[in-house]
């Protein structure tokens, strides 16, 4: 396990129509552990920007966190981890993290994207241009240390397996509904497994 000066700094990233506040909880936790952890909004939130667009507003603020050169930990909720794929496998992110963490995000898609007509919720929809691109070359992350955690009584991200990847470990937590699994402690916990990796 790294101590706590060898831990990267983390940045947390949300998803669709929440903003930081969605993950102080988890922040705080694990900020209580010993790591550095920073945030953003990316707005607009909703979907009426593109994620590709969201995942510059997040290489941005990292160059504003985060020293130059310092390597990084994302940790991301739902919509944040599509952006973040973005960011590593498109903006060359991949050269400044070293872990991946994402909880519940519709890697593949997912079917309640058809409910919101604007950019972002096209391109969440299974078999966009976006995710099929995103997942031509997912093995490049291989790179990271990743894992995927996700429930399989998801209702928001249709089908649940979606949250998968097909890279990295799989942490399965059986919260009940989408939302709770930014707040439920089994995930806090495998958050931290995973970045103790």
Known sequence: MPDDNSRNPVLLLHGIDDSAEAMARLGGYLARRGWTVGNMNMTPNNGAQSLDMLAKMVAKGIETQFA???QIDLVCFS???VVARYYLQRLGGIERAQRLVTISSPHHGTLTAYLRP???GRQLRPGSSFLTDLNRDVK???RLRVTSIWTPF???IVPARSSHLPVGEEVIVPVL???LMQFDHRVFVAVEKALQK
């Open 68 to 70: 130059a050169g310092q």
């Open 118 to 120: 604007n950019p972002g």
């Open 79 to 81: 919509l944040g981890g």
């Open 177 to 179: 509904i989408h939302p």
């Open 154 to 156: 998801d209702l928001m």
């Open 140 to 142: 490049v992350l291989d």
